[in-house]
């Protein structure tokens, strides 16, 4: 995108019409390390009247409003409605923090502002979607939304394509039910999707109410101080091709994970670079601050893989059951 760097009044800057609001933890987390070093990385947005419409940053500038701060770097490009809307779905896209639910917001969200910027490259578009006229000036095919969308969040097609479809068959208020509950699973939202549209909210709403299931003593092939007892016996509820479709999301979490790593240490070594005019003791809380972000995205990529390997295990296991 090109654009300008610039120093704007934080009070010009509107973040309405967000697809995901702020987290208060978050925000505060965000401020500390903004009043220790400065805020490293500008807000983005679009000008908009008298005024700038958020296009990428709402933690960092929730943050610097919280310290006071009464201007706040930005950078400023002019972008439509659509592209807005796509910037902000790949922002959120290639953070590791985003629930099943709040990823098939994302995507489907995208999807739509992609489609609509390209008609031509929608399912069933005539000419096989490439071979369409453009918009005025643009020379170029578009990529398939799946592959523009991976390569701009580092996720697989497979991926980017079971999460846009769970946002578009799932009804708004179903998913946003969903969004942050105990439901809050990929292979609920991919059963929830098969239910009619018109009757997926009040399932959702009775699936929450629903009592938890009283606990049992463990099978006798379970150690009795077994950490993952709980997530063993919902594994042997599953069918086949339930534990099937949860090592293949484990497999595809986990590469998510590796692409995030990888996204985090090119910024890393982004910052050092930009911020070699602080002092050393500065850029030593900075380099510190990143170290630790590393160290706890390896921790859940060591716990992704460990959740992978025990799936694993029970799906042979199972198998060896049924054949015998």
Known sequence: MDGTFQNIPIHGVSASDRIR???ARQVSALAESIREVGLLNPITVAPESYSYKLIAGLHRLEACRSLGMEQIAAFVVDLDDQRRIIAECDENLC???LTPAERATFTAKRKAAYEALHPETAHGAIGGG??????LGDSAKADRFTADTAARTGQSERVVQRNAERGEKIAPEAIEAV??????KGSYLDALKKV??????AKVKADLEAPEKPKTAAVADTPPDDPYADERKELRGLTREG????VIGLREENAEYRAAIAKLKRENEE????NRDLSSSNQGAVISRLTKQLQGMKFEKQNALED???ATWQLNKMKKEQAS
């Open 308 to 310: 992978a390997r025990k």
């Open 271 to 274: 910052l050092k670079c930009a």
């Open 243 to 246: 534990l099937e479709d949860e």
């Open 130 to 135: 490439h071979d369409q006229s453009r918009q």
């Open 21 to 23: 609001e702020s987290d």
């Open 95 to 97: 953070a590791p923090t």
């Open 179 to 184: 969004r942050g509950t105990k439901l809050d």
């Open 196 to 201: 009619p549209a018109e009757e997926q909210a």
